[in-house]
């Protein structure tokens, strides 16, 4: 990390004059590449059934299903072809080679701020795996988003390439996290609510958003439902080990740090939790007032707790360390969104594994048991025992997120 | 046709208890470690769910988790002057299947034994001379103590998580704890459980009895745990589904919750599940194994070649795994030869139960298959047996492992089986109604082993293990003596009826008694009078290595599985800090 400044300097440097050349038998820049592919998790798209970096998971937007791209060496159907030039114009500008634009679901908006160094050991890495060939429909769009050109005005509107400028007068520590929160590791694509045409808002980044089916949480610095009162340690521990003290990582987030922050450097997770500790928080930052125990659903939920939940998340709701989540004072509990609790209880979700942490707990699904109404009020009640506090559920939420 | 798969360093027979544990320090050790198991993968979070485990019908009654007569089973006969018939449904014992073995429905109690076990024999002869040994008896000391024993037997509770309270820390005894268990290098590893209503009730009358009462230790936990693969578990909520249940909270250690994280992470190691093994592979001297040869669920017959195998199916089938495979030589009853089969030992069950009338309630529906208070004082040689005329004993305990609604119906004797005067007699009795049970000793005799049926055969044309067994005189004197102290034991924790359960005639297969069926492929220190060295390798064929309760050249009064886990980590550091450093006989012959 030591002359991380430098480094993107040196990138910027390089992009503005000559061209960069990714040797593909620099084993130190294949190395660099393939953690710094980890890093930016670009498995979580880019596999599928022939694979990993092969392609053709169903990416679902409020747009449609974009199908990943193979981004294995094969040359017909894979970035056999690209150079690295193209493949940095891809990270940079959203722009694959012949000028054909790709849709923000490959988050290009994020990956522009990528120094060309990394570009190229990412690209020296990509072209190292076997080739794997599989054919994947790019064009699932329905019209007139299947005119990729459309993208243009997109981009004339939202979209402003450049590179991570680090931020003088900040540590390197915190520029390093700047560069993997908002550039390589797109933490904003999930995190940071989206306008009606698929745009970050910047105003309100990581104030957390419903999102196919779950609530991205609330990762700013707000106290009541962000990670304000989380420690850089407690960050820290949970992208290594999916596991705090008092929550595990589930969902879409538990992929993420199986396939992704697991298998980062302490140095650049401590860098991800300064930088983010450091934003300002967003979204309401103080909890109303509980909703009363003596209300009917309260009631109804407090006793649907005890038959069903309160044996692992135990009673006062607090759950067991590291195992099974407390409820009381967790910020996911508390989320203004209450699609992920939802869709846990009626589902079930299975925590994921580390080398650090090998036990994957997992929670049963509920759905089978409990109406509509009843996790409503379930969840009503634990957003609002043990001091929490939280606007109460509704049954058609719940209804929304039955399996169809 | 046999199809030969690429060869590996190791190959497991059975992925249980045992043979996680040693598939993961082999693993750790860098060899290419194959599991080859003959049930189903089965996980905390996708086989045991909260919302579905606890279900009695389908798991308590119908045996959702145990091995199928269908799949294997053996023949029964109490004598060598009778004909042995099979079993078609399991009932004095219950042989596991799948992946966590009989480690995911365990109840948990999870013992060392006594050093005197190891040493059975010699000692009851230094004790009271060779005229107090039984008639028959083929009983012989283990060729290991307890002293070589106690790391590892550290080691598995350590694993496990044990919950317990110490009762001799390294020659000291400590209050409240076991003060006849052998003496321990630490603490275990977490405090006892909480102890439901009769426990308590029975410690204290154990107390005024001049007994020496202690918590049963436990492998349900008393608080979460993180043991030293970094597998977690979390504390029991006390629901009253082990024995015979997965268990969904994490709070039962088991292959799943302890070992499985860990191994399912290792490159090298492989599980094949739904894949009999069908006969160990010798070369052609028939001195050293080349593998194993198994049969998947589509009947394809498979050849895995390897370097190690190790045994680690149950007992019964680990026996039946060296009779087929023509490793050693079968033990025969009428010349007392031969050591395939021999010392088959079964356990003495058997107790009080008391009822108490309406106004007590014991709650037993909030329970845990280990929460419990436990007696030693009529073990192993814990008293004077100069005047009782058998050697040996059992541990007493109150451990209510269970309320449930379909098997636990006690009602006094002389109640009627049916009708109104039944239900009435059920109402009244089940939250006031607790026993005191006995787990007694079974020596190793001569008529008493296993061998291969000369008629019956499996599915796939191999012949079933015949099992010969009764209980001798011996036993049922211990038995009567041990049942006698749980009655005393009953009155005085205050019921007005007790009703005594005591086996009499010949041992039923029938009617449950105890999972802990143990000998048949013994360890000790003659090759002419045991299967496996003390390092549970055996004598014929050294690269074969063997693990669990088949090892035990008797069974003792205390339930099976710390010795079974003690044995295993035992084995697997022999295997690592000896037999990979010079393959062959680690005890020469």
Redesign the interface.
């Known amino acids: 990390m030591r002359g991380l400044a430098l480094v993107a300097l040196a990138g910027m440097a390089l992009a503005a004059g000559s061209h960069a050349m990714a040797d593909s038998n620099d084993y130190t820049a294949i190395s660099r590449g393939r953690y710094l592919v980890t890093a930016g998790d670009c498995v979580a798209c880019h596999q599928g059934a022939s694979g990993e970096f092969a392609g053709g998971r169903g990416i679902e937007t409020p747009f449609g299903t974009i199908r990943a791209a193979n981004i294995t060496p094969d040359l017909e159907t894979g970035i056999g072809t690209w150079s690295a030039d193209d493949f940095a114009r891809a990270l940079h500008e959203g722009v694959a080679p012949g000028g054909r634009r790709l849709y923000p679901a490959f988050p290009y908006a994020f990956y522009t701020r990528i120094t060309r160094e990394d570009s190229d050991a990412m690209y020296a890495w990509l072209r190292s795996i076997p080739p794997v060939r599989n054919t994947v429909d790019r064009d699932t769009l329905p019209f007139p988003l299947n005119i990729r050109t459309v993208m243009r005005g997109w981009n004339a509107v939202f979209f402003e390439a450049g590179r991570f400028q680090p931020v003088p007068g900040r540590s390197e520590e915190w520029n390093r996290g700047a560069y993997l929160v908002t550039g390589l590791g797109h933490c904003g694509a999930c995190h940071t609510p989206v306008n009606v045409l698929g745009a970050s808002r910047a105003s309100e980044a990581m104030a957390g958003q419903p999102l196919q089916g779950w609530f991205v949480p609330n990762i700013s610095a707000n106290e009541y439902v962000g990670i304000g009162a989380w420690g850089v340690e407690d960050i820290v521990q949970y992208l290594r080990t999916g596991a705090t003290t008092w929550t595990r990582a589930s969902g879409p987030m538990a992929e993420v740090v199986e396939f992704s922050t697991s298998r980062m450097t302490d140095a650049d997770l401590r860098a991800i939790a300064v930088y983010l500790k450091d934003q300002p928080a967003r979204g309401v930052a103080t909890a109303p007032p509980p909703l009363s125990a003596e209300i009917p659903r309260m009631r109804a939920g407090a006793a649907l707790f005890t038959d069903n939940c309160a044996?692992?998340h135990r009673g006062d709701g607090q759950g067991?360390?590291?195992?099974?989540p407390a409820l009381a004072g967790n910020q996911i509990v508390l989320q203004r969104g209450a699609e992920t609790l939802a869709r846990v209880v009626v589902s079930?979700v299975?925590a994921m594994?580390t080398?650090?942490?090998?036990?994957?707990?997992?929670m049963?699904?509920?759905g089978?048991?409990l109406n509509d109404t009843q996790v409503a009020d379930v969840l009503t009640y634990a957003r609002n025992a043990w001091g929490n506090a939280a606007p109460a559920v509704e049954a058609e939420t719940v209804r929304g997120l039955r399996p169809r | 046709m046999t199809r030969r798969l690429p060869a590996t360093d190791v190959v497991v027979v059975g992925l249980g208890w045992t043979g996680s544990i040693m598939a993961l320090e082999m693993a750790r050790a860098g060899l290419r470690v194959v599991a080859i198991e003959r049930g189903p993968w089965r996980d905390?979070?996708?086989d045991f769910?909260?919302?579905?485990a606890p279900d009695e019908l389908r798991y308590a009654i119908r045996q959702d988790l145990f091995l199928r007569p269908a799949q294997e089973t053996l023949t029964f006969r109490n004598n060598l002057g009778q004909t042995a018939l099979p079993i078609r449904r399991w009932g004095s014992f219950l042989p596991g299947n799948g992946v966590g073995g009989a480690g995911v429905h365990w109840n948990g109690q999870t013992w060392r034994w006594h050093p005197w076990d190891f040493t059975h024999r010699s000692a009851t002869i230094a004790r009271y001379g060779q005229a107090a040994l039984p008639a028959d008896n083929m009983m012989q000391d283990w060729g290991i103590t307890y002293d070589e024993l106690e790391a590892s037997y550290d080691r598995f509770e350590y694993l496990c998580g044990i919950a317990g309270r110490a009762g001799n820390l390294g020659g000291e005894l400590q209050p409240g704890g076991n003060p006849f268990e052998g003496p321990r290098a630490r603490p275990f590893p977490t405090p006892p459980m909480n102890m439901p209503l009769a426990a308590t009730m029975f410690e204290t009358a154990a107390a005024g009895l001049g007994w020496k009462p202690f918590p049963s230790p436990s492998a349900n936990m008393s608080t979460?745990y993180?043991n030293f693969?970094?597998?977690?578990?979390?504390?029991c909520?006390y629901?009253g589904f082990c024995e015979r249940f997965g268990c969904?909270?994490?709070s039962k250690a088991s292959p799943q919750?302890c070992v499985l994280?860990?191994l399912v992470?290792q490159r090298a190691f492989e599980a094949r599940t739904d894949s009999q093994v069908t006969k160990v592979n010798l070369s052609t001297d028939g001195k050293r194994a080349t593998g194993v040869t198994y049969v998947d669920t589509a009947g394809e017959a498979w050849e895995q070649p390897a370097d190690i195998v190790l045994l680690c199916a149950y007992q019964l089938f680990n026996v039946r795994l060296l009779l087929l495979s023509g490793i050693g030589k079968p033990y025969d009853p009428v010349t007392g030869q031969g050591t395939v089969g021999r010392n088959y030992a079964y356990q003495v069950t058997g107790g009080a139960t008391g009822f108490f009338g309406r106004e007590r309630r014991f709650n037993p529906f909030a329970a845990a298959g280990s929460a419990g208070i436990a007696v030693d004082d009529f073990n192993a040689d814990h008293f004077d047996h100069t005047q009782v005329g058998f050697v040996g004993g059992a541990s007493l305990s109150c451990i209510p492992t269970s309320g449930r609604p379909i098997g636990n119906r006690p009602v006094p004797p002389g109640t009627p089986r049916w009708g109104a005067a039944w239900k009435q007699a059920t109402r009244d009795n089940y939250n006031s109604t607790t026993s005191v049970g006995i787990q007694g000793s079974v020596m190793g005799y001569r008529g008493c082993y296993l061998d291969l049926d000369p008629t019956y055969r499996d599915a796939l044309g191999q012949p079933l293990l015949r099992m010969t067994f009764d209980f001798q005189e011996n036993e049922r004197k211990m038995g009567r003596y041990c049942i006698d102290r749980t009655e005393h034991a009953m009155r005085a924790m205050g019921a007005n009826q007790v009703r005594r359960n005591e086996h009499t005639g010949p041992y039923s297969i029938t009617p449950y008694q105890s999972t802990h069926n143990t000998g048949g492929a013994i360890m000790g220190d003659n090759p002419t009078t045991s299967v496996a060295n003390k390092y549970c390798q055996s004598w014929d064929v050294p690269n074969v290595f063997l693990a669990g309760a088949c090892l035990f050249p008797m069974n003792a009064g205390l339930n099976p599985t710390g010795t079974v886990g003690a044995l295993a980590y035992w084995a697997a550091d022999a295997i690592r800090e000896r037999y990979l450093k010079a393959p062959g006989a680690l005890v020469p012959t």
Request: aromatic residues 8%; contains cysteine; proline residues 12%.
């Open positions: 044996a692992c067991v360390e590291r195992l099974i079930g299975r594994a080398d650090a942490d090998p036990t994957a707990p997992g049963p699904s509920f089978w048991r | 905390t979070s996708t769910p909260t919302t579905t979460a993180t693969y970094g597998c977690r578990l979390g504390p909520t629901c969904g909270n994490f919750t994280p860990a992470r």
